[in-house]
Nanobody, 122 residues
Framework: QVQLMESGGGLVQPGGSLRLSCVAS????????MSWYRQVPGKQRELVAR??????????GAEYADSVKDRFTISRDNTDVYPQMTNLRPEDTGVYYC?????????????WGQGTQVTVSS
């Protein structure tokens, strides 16, 4: 069983910065990608940033939503993924969920973290 543990959310003023963390644990044979999604009430969960490892047909590298390009940077260290969020805006507020697409003892599937709240407000 794979578990994703998130941390780093909180309250920050507009223009400020936050660094989220997601640590994956359990039996992992291949990590295909690790991502962060954001969800606000009444809306679908949306992709914010993804780090692809290149283990599938998708090239290795980072992807970003247009709304966060040049402000967010996602980095990965083995089974940990860290989005550095800068110049935060009120519209970045939401619950941020870590997602991992991997192959483990249960085969190839996606896993989700429990979510961490990010609030950007003065």
């Amino acid at each position: 069983q794979v578990q994703l543990m998130e941390s780093g959310g909180g309250l920050v003023q507009p223009g400020g910065s936050l660094r989220l963390s997601c640590v994956a644990s359990g039996t992992i044979f291949v990590m295909y990608s690790m991502s962060w999604y954001r969800q606000v009430p009444g809306k679908q969960r949306e992709l914010v940033a993804r780090h692809n490892t290149g283990g599938t047909a998708v090239p290795a590298g980072a992807e970003y939503a247009d709304s966060v390009k040049d402000r967010f940077t996602i980095s990965r260290d083995n089974t940990d993924v860290y989005p550095q969020m800068t110049n935060l805006r009120p519209e970045d507020t939401g619950v941020y969920y870590c997602n991992a697409h991997l192959r483990g003892s249960e085969g190839g599937r996606e896993y989700w973290g429990q979510g961490t709240q990010v609030t950007v407000s003065s």
